[in-house]
């Protein structure tokens, strides 16, 4: 619902005159790229307040609920990401700055829960460091937009539990479900993760209020992150998704895209896998084939 009302010629005078003075006080700005930033924010946010004509109880709840945000953001929890990723902000920059190229595989949103010094494990190791769920063997190459292996390709993997859990949101120190690798000379790479899970993002802070306002869910589609860096390439911050979630139309953070969509195949109890790891139940694989643009694609 649009709530508009004719303005006087007087009223709207005195609102473009406070953006022009507001926009005259960065003439002095040296630096030419604040100084853009910072004069189209202004413009579109005061455009913003005068197409909604924001009262002042508004502007104060939109205060507070920053505030909010700041004060529960620590070394664990980022709510200002997730106040950018519920509202797309995080997809358009992503989008913005990964520009198609060629077959690269594309970006999404890198989430809050990205550790840096996660362990290092070898191909064909496991990742789950005991973290609940079905075991699932993940394997693909790397390779440039030409095809060639990426060899050494720094690999990072983080997922949450079958709980729904990342390691962070413990208070127990455990590191679990996250771990690094790096691909062999034929840009090749396995490792054991854990099926993944749909799970709500953290929602008992102001962006769940949030939400729950405006009567969207928290809820994830079931992925698995990877981060792969190599030299000369554009460092690729990604996910997988499992075909057949029924959140992947619905995604909170709107990080689903359909080449990202993957067939995570369930194995049944007995069945041989790849390493020869022996496994009491039932498990899952998947194949995802990376394909890193050039570091100075568009």
């Not at 997809?91 to 999404?108: L, V």
């Amino acid at each position: 619902m649009t709530f508009t009302r004719e303005l006087s010629a007087e009223q709207r005078a005195r609102e473009d005159d406070l953006v022009q003075r507001v926009l005259r006080s960065f003439d002095d700005c040296e630096n030419p790229r604040l100084d853009q930033i910072v004069r189209s924010l202004v413009s579109h946010l005061h455009a913003f307040l005068r197409e909604v004509r924001l009262t002042e109880a508004e502007w104060n709840t939109g205060i507070e609920f920053l505030t909010a945000v700041g004060h529960i953001t620590d070394d664990t929890r980022q709510e200002f990401i997730l106040l950018s990723d519920v509202l797309g902000a995080s997809m358009q920059t992503i989008a913005i700055n990964n520009e198609a190229y060629g077959d690269a595989t594309e970006a999404t949103v890198f989430g809050p829960f990205f550790v840096e010094g996660s362990p290092r494990i070898d191909n064909g190791g496991d990742i789950a460091f005991g973290a609940k769920g079905q075991p699932c063997w993940v394997e693909g190459t790397v390779t440039d937009t030409d095809g060639k292996p990426v060899t050494g390709a720094r690999i990072e993997v983080w997922e949450a539990d079958d709980d729904g859990f990342y390691d962070v949101q413990y208070d127990d120190d455990r590191v679990a479900a996250r771990g690094h690798l790096f691909t062999d000379e034929d840009g090749g790479y396995r490792f054991w993760a854990i099926t993944p899970t749909p799970y709500p993002i953290p929602h008992d802070g102001p962006v769940g209020r949030l939400l729950a306002a405006a009567g969207r869910s928290p809820m994830r589609a079931s992925h698995l992150h990877f981060m792969v860096t190599a030299p000369g390439t554009r460092r690729l911050v990604t996910h997988i998704f499992v075909r057949g979630d029924e959140l992947l139309g619905t995604d909170t953070v709107f990080g689903v895209k359909e080449s990202l969509v993957k067939d995570f195949v369930r194995q049944p109890a007995g069945t041989p896998t790849p390493d020869g790891r022996p496994l009491d139940g039932d498990w899952a694989r998947v194949r995802f084939d990376i394909v890193l643009a050039p570091s100075d694609a568009s």
